[in-house]
């Protein structure tokens, strides 16, 4: 049985993957994971039942029974549309504090593992190349300058309308990248065997066109 290729692609905040990760698997016609989410359902959920954010074994059951679907472009989240309300700094600062809980991460596995479907998946994150698809065939730590990914997600920010101040969101970047790269389980890493793709002065098309070379040569 031949397994379902997986292209992992993981990198700091604000980075470009999941922009660079859906239009990879656009093109490919792959299946697209985008495990932050998950990280982020489970931030929103907690906080809603009120859990605190240092208690690791309460958030695993609660990460475990979390009832998750995505469908058409929207995220359910035990039935009610959430897609919107993930995507807050709030929703994401707590997100990765905790995800460096082993339980939470342990509760996510299986539903990341469903994700690989034929004809392929796409997915993006943290520890996709080195804990979930180990054995991905092609492995890219996407990055860029922690300036170029402040004034990307600034001006994500003003195109939706929402105010924000560029050294605060530089700031928060660099606190997150320290949390996320310095936690015990499932650091930010670069992979054995994963490519570097430093994306400061690139385009989205020229990013997505890289990916998509370095996947072709592999798959040939
Ligand atoms: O949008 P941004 O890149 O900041 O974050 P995200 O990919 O939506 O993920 C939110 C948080 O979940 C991150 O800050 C990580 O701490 C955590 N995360 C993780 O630990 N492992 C993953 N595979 C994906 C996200």
Same mark, same amino acid.
């Given at each position: 049985?031949?397994?379902?290729?997986?292209?992992?692609?993981?990198?700091?905040?604000?980075?470009?993957?999941?922009?660079?990760?859906? @239009?990879? +698997?656009?093109? *490919?016609?792959? &299946?697209?994971?985008?495990?932050? $989410? !998950?990280?982020? /359902?489970?931030?929103?959920?907690?906080?809603?039942?009120?859990?605190?954010?240092?208690?690791?074994?309460?958030?695993?059951?609660?990460?475990?029974?979390?009832?998750?679907?995505?469908?058409?472009?929207?995220?359910?989240?035990?039935?009610?549309?959430?897609?919107?309300?993930?995507?807050?700094?709030?929703?994401? @600062?707590? +997100?990765?504090? *905790?995800?460096? &809980?082993?339980?939470?991460?342990? $509760? !996510?596995?299986? /539903?990341?593992?469903?994700?690989?479907?034929?004809?392929?998946?796409?997915?993006?994150?943290?520890?996709?190349?080195?804990?979930?698809?180990?054995?991905?065939?092609?492995?890219?730590?996407?990055?860029?300058?922690?300036?170029?990914?402040?004034?990307?997600?600034?001006?994500?920010?003003?195109?939706?309308?929402?105010?924000?101040?560029?050294?605060?969101?530089?700031?928060?970047?660099?606190?997150?990248?320290?949390?996320?790269?310095?936690?015990?389980?499932?650091?930010?890493?670069?992979?054995?065997?994963?490519?570097?793709?430093?994306?400061?002065?690139?385009?989205?098309?020229?990013?997505?066109?890289?990916?998509?070379?370095?996947?072709?040569?592999?798959?040939?």
């Amino acid at each position: 049985m031949t397994l379902v290729p997986v292209i992992a692609i993981d990198g700091p905040t604000a980075s470009g993957k999941g922009t660079v990760a859906s @239009l990879v +698997a656009e093109q *490919l016609g792959f &299946h697209y994971l985008d495990s932050g $989410a !998950l990280y982020r /359902l489970v931030a929103l959920a907690s906080e809603k039942e009120g859990i605190d954010v240092k208690n690791g074994p309460e958030l695993g059951v609660l990460a475990e029974k979390l009832s998750i679907s995505f469908e058409k472009g929207q995220i359910l989240l035990n039935g009610a549309d959430v897609t919107e309300a993930i995507r807050s700094e709030a929703i994401g @600062l707590r +997100a990765s504090t *905790l995800a460096t &809980h082993p339980e939470v991460r342990r $509760a !996510l596995v299986g /539903l990341q593992h469903a994700f690989r479907k034929a004809p392929g998946l796409v997915a993006d994150g943290r520890d996709m190349a080195s804990v979930i698809f180990p054995d991905a065939i092609v492995k890219v730590f996407l990055t860029a300058t922690a300036e170029a990914r402040a004034e990307r997600r600034y001006k994500q920010l003003i195109a939706k309308g929402i105010s924000a101040k560029l050294e605060d969101l530089l700031r928060d970047l660099q606190e997150r990248d320290a949390r996320d790269s310095s936690r015990g389980t499932a650091p930010l890493l670069i992979a054995e065997g994963a490519q570097v793709l430093e994306t400061s002065d690139l385009s989205v098309d020229q990013a997505v066109k890289t990916v998509l070379d370095w996947y072709r040569s592999k798959a040939a």
